[in-house]
């Protein structure tokens, strides 16, 4: 399965994205503030970097639940085995505005009109997630690329 994360300018404190399963649009998305190429990621307040990015999906010890996560995050320092898993966990995460977020990526099913944040999340990301987790359950691998 290829996810493709489509970004727009930041605005607002967030940034707002269009999200692509083998190239058909699924959802909307919402995530920290994009940070320049060459400053330092902060944690809880800036995107990751673009780039493609293999999914798992773990278990979150902060949601209590089967979560999405990204692998091989730059800057990150937490090893499972060969694969190096960004600092603060990124997740991909129901939420609605950027202060839902620490780093994550969260989907939404439209923007909100304020510019700055998306609506119906757990929506969103329930559908996003069935389809994550058929394709683990078929042995099919996760790339995620963000653009």
Known sequence: MVISIIRQPSAKGATLST?????QKVCVGIEDVVRGPREAKVYGKTAIPAGTYRVIVTMSNRFKRRLPLLVNVPGGSIRF???LIDDCGVRIHPGNTAA????CLLPGSAFGADGASVSASRVAFDRLFLRIETAVANGEPITLTIK
Not at 100 to 103: A, K, L, N, R
Request: aromatic share 16%; hydrophobic share 15%.
């Open 19 to 23: 999200w692509y399963i083998e190239g």
């Open 100 to 103: 839902d977020t620490e780093g």
């Open 81 to 83: 085995g060969n694969n």
